[in-house]
């Protein structure tokens, strides 16, 4: 059997994790943390593309992972245009649209671009990204909001909620495309979407906030109270942003976006850390319920990862309120390195055939 050497990238905010896998074994993980002294040299993120190439390729060589054994590259992928769920080799158009993204600005757009870089120094070796966080799959009347002038649009972590999907299914002796899921993916940001025989038929936007309150993020908020307050002189555009994508959620009620710390914060008795937590969890149990509205009813598990998995007591309390659903299952953690390998694994072995993005 041929090995294939698969190198993952996936950039987050304040850290880079790299990886390499043989076929499916994954033989080297790291995941490098960025100091906020590092990260304060750069005025936005395009600007740490070679701080972050670099740092990679440092910390391969220092390893001793020899870059030119690898067989091909997967990244996450960025805040490109919309479309379908699948692998995409990185090409001129998409470079065009990470470096002037038509979406927003997120670390994960340096993925395609430093995996396409480093490919291009290498010798028969290409660079992809497989479901990055615009995946579009959502039905027409999901788009819907209730004035023309805006739109829901599909912006969640569709790698993992894919790859978790997926492992149920297998696990069960079943094919992801023949079950349906709602799967909460609970990290950062949270999303939760209805996945309905191998499509995300509805979903929250999570990048800016949308359905239930995170460790920085705050949600959906009443729109009369956020109207009233962007007009009233005293916030800039650049702080109301902030306000919901950043500084919301647990940032904002309790001065952390550690989930971790506020869970031992609210078992060692501190009641309102206590509140704030279960209210998330409350909001999460909620944003299921509606869900199962859109699959009818017919939901075949309920699927819980991210990091924020790890707390028993949040878990407990979504599966309370769910458990006349459909059974939960609880995946803790991502598993999105691995997913991008054996996504790279299954174009390597002509197992899948990447697509082409092209730019609107």
Same mark, same amino acid.
């Given at each position: ?11 987050? =905010? ?11 074994? @994954? ?8 100091? @906020? ?116 649009? =599909? ?206």
């Amino acid at each position: 059997m041929n090995i294939h050497r698969i190198l993952t990238i996936n950039p987050g =905010s304040t850290s880079t994790k790299i990886a390499v896998f043989e076929n499916a074994k @994954n033989v080297f993980l790291k995941n490098i943390k960025h100091s @906020n002294e590092e990260l304060a040299k750069f005025t936005g993120i395009t600007e740490q593309y070679q701080f972050r190439k670099d740092t990679i390729l440092r910390n391969l060589k220092e390893d001793g992972q020899d870059i030119n054994n690898i067989s091909c590259i997967v990244a996450r992928g960025g805040l490109i245009y919309p479309i379908s769920s699948g692998v995409y080799e990185v090409n001129d158009d998409m470079i065009q649209d990470l470096r002037n993204s038509p979406i927003g600005e997120h670390a994960s757009n340096l993925g395609g671009l430093i995996a396409h870089d480093i490919a291009n120094s290498l010798k028969q070796v290409k660079a992809y990204i497989a479901d990055p966080v615009v995946v579009d799959e959502m039905e027409d009347i999901a788009r819907i909001t209730g004035h023309p002038k805006f739109e829901r649009l =599909s912006i969640f972590h569709a790698l993992n909620q894919k790859a978790i999907a997926r492992r149920y299914a297998a696990e069960n002796n079943e094919k992801y495309e023949d079950l349906n899921f709602i799967v909460a993916h609970l990290g950062g940001g949270i999303s939760v979407g209805a996945h309905r025989k191998g499509r995300v038929v509805d979903v929250n936007n999570a990048l800016d906030g949308e359905g239930p309150f995170s460790p920085e993020r705050t949600g959906t908020l009443p729109s009369g109270q956020l109207a009233k307050l962007c007009f009233s002189g005293k916030y800039s555009h650049k702080e109301v942003k902030l306000m919901i994508k950043g500084n919301g959620g647990f940032a904002a009620y309790l001065g952390t976006n550690n989930a971790y710390d506020v869970e031992i914060k609210a078992k060692g008795g501190d009641e309102y850390a206590k509140s704030i937590s279960d209210a998330m969890a409350y909001q999460v149990a909620k944003e299921i319920g509606s869900l199962s509205v859109v699959l009818k009813g017919k939901v075949d598990a309920i699927i819980l990862t991210g990091g924020i998995a790890y707390n028993k007591q949040f878990c407990t309390f979504v599966e309370d309120l769910t458990s006349f659903i459909a059974p939960m299952k609880v995946y803790p953690g991502e598993d999105e390195m691995s997913a991008l390998a054996m996504n790279g694994l299954m174009v390597l072995q002509s197992e899948l055939e990447p697509k082409i993005y092209k730019t609107k």
